[in-house]
């Protein structure tokens, strides 16, 4: 069992830059692919990037390559998602989780989610 708590949410403006973290619970937390996710009002859920167990790698959703990043500390059972150069199309509420295994783009493959912290970017 992994618990998953996320933090750095906020609103910002257009252009700026927001840090979130995943906090995980328990001594495994090395074992686990880290996936963020994001849903805004009246979508569905999307991916928008996820690292291996190692760190070794990683993905990212179009929308969002060349200005986010995710990394990982295994020592502090957390991972990060630096988010810059924010649209107001980032804005929605990202989750954060996990799954045993290689990297996934689809939700249905990651078994542990967070309750999700609300971004939103300002015009």
């Known amino acids: 069992q992994v618990q998953l708590v996320e933090s750095g949410g906020g609103l910002v403006q257009a252009g700026g830059s927001l840090r979130l973290s995943c906090a995980a619970s328990g001594r495994t937390f090395n074992i686990y692919t880290m996936g963020w996710f994001r849903q805004a009002p009246g979508q569905e859920r999307e991916f928008v990037a996820a690292i291996a167990s190692s760190g070794s790698s990683t993905d990212f959703a179009n929308s969002v390559k060349g200005r986010f990043t995710i990394s990982r500390d295994n020592a502090k059972n957390t991972v990060y998602l630096q988010m810059n150069s924010l649209k107001p199309e980032d804005t929605a509420v990202y989750y954060c989780?996990?799954?045993?295994?290689?990297?996934?783009?689809?939700?249905?493959?990651?078994?542990?989610w967070g309750q999700g912290t609300q971004v939103t970017v300002s015009s």
């Open positions: 989780a996990a799954r045993r295994g290689v990297i996934f783009t689809g939700s249905n493959a990651y078994q542990y």
